[in-house]
């Protein structure tokens, strides 16, 4: 699944390697997703019962995977590099994203060299898809590059419930790597506040054993998987296929997009 939207649609709206809406049961297993001018693989509005897993979801202009006010997913076992450099403004542009969504879980997937790492969004939506609950990042390896990208970042803008110790928003045993030593940049976000250290992130969280490799277990898992040991792109810090001219918009309330989409 390459190289989509050569008319240079909309990519925030309805263009990109794939969209489903929705869909139940669906299955998305072992493609490889590259080169699209959007998400690589979206589920936007009422996906139920989703799998994601075991996909190679590279080069893309926006999210890697994104899974946008929907419920009950599994996301695992996909390896995702170098997305989201067309898109990263606030947190978007993650390799995986879980945004307005419930009951999700992201587990034992490779993220590498994205504009952000895992991230989940919770934004004024409308109707359940306010109440962002229920989600597990666990076991997922994230290398990022310097200067910038968050590795694991929870985001909200609007006075919802993302941070709320009975939301159960809970991540584990994730793994990091950076290039440099801690003290530079933000690399994690809970709360609305920016961590540039691991332990402060975990204990405003209540994250459970992340920690970081060394350079050398990072070389051995990229070489496992077949993932670049750099960024390739790094040079023009934007993904190999081509900048549409639209920005990512504002989200759209769930009630307008419904009306659209029917």
């Given at each position: 699944?390459?190289?989509?939207?050569?008319?240079?649609?909309?990519?925030?709206?309805?263009?990109?390697?794939?969209?489903?809406?929705?869909?139940?049961?669906?299955?998305?297993?072992g493609n490889e997703v590259y080169a699209n001018v959007g998400p690589g693989i979206w589920c936007d509005v009422d996906c139920i019962d989703v799998v994601i897993r075991q996909n190679r979801v590279h080069h893309?202009?926006?999210?890697?995977?994104?899974?946008?006010?929907?419920?009950?997913?599994?996301?695992?076992?996909?390896?995702?590099?170098?997305?989201?450099?067309?898109?990263?403004?606030?947190?978007?542009g993650a390799g995986i994203l879980v945004q307005n969504s419930h009951d999700v879980a992201v587990e034992d997937n490779l993220l590498a060299w994205n504009a952000n790492g895992l991230v989940v969004i919770s934004q004024e939506r409308g109707q359940s898809w306010d109440r962002v609950t229920n989600t597990s990042m666990r076991d997922n390896t994230i290398i990022s590059t310097a200067d910038g990208p968050q590795a694991h970042a929870y985001c909200e803008d609007w006075s919802g419930v993302l941070f709320e110790r009975a939301s159960n928003n809970r991540s584990s045993g994730n793994r990091y790597w950076y290039p440099e030593?801690?003290?530079?940049?933000?690399?994690?976000?809970?709360?609305?506040?920016?961590?540039?250290?691991?332990?402060?992130?975990?204990?405003?969280?209540?994250?459970?054993?992340?920690?970081?490799?060394?350079?050398?277990?990072?070389?051995?898992?990229?070489?496992?998987?077949?993932?670049?040991?750099?960024?390739?792109?790094?040079?023009?810090?934007?993904?190999?296929?081509?900048?549409?001219?639209?920005?990512?918009?504002?989200?759209?309330?769930?009630?307008?997009?419904?009306?659209?989409?029917?």
């Open positions: 699944i390459h190289h989509n939207n050569t008319e240079d649609f909309d990519s925030g709206w309805s263009a990109g390697g794939t969209k489903n809406a929705r869909v139940t049961n669906l299955v998305v297993e893309n202009w926006s999210q890697g995977i994104q899974y946008e006010i929907s419920r009950n997913a599994l996301i695992t076992g996909n390896v995702v590099w170098e997305n989201g450099w067309g898109s990263r403004e606030w947190c978007f030593t801690e003290g530079s940049d933000v690399r994690f976000g809970w709360g609305n506040r920016g961590f540039q250290r691991l332990a402060d992130f975990n204990a405003a969280s209540g994250t459970n054993h992340g920690k970081y490799i060394d350079t050398a277990t990072m070389h051995q898992v990229l070489a496992a998987t077949g993932v670049p040991s750099r960024m390739e792109a790094e040079d023009t810090a934007t993904p190999l296929s081509t900048e549409p001219s639209t920005p990512v918009p504002s989200p759209v309330p769930l009630a307008e997009r419904v009306q659209k989409d029917g």
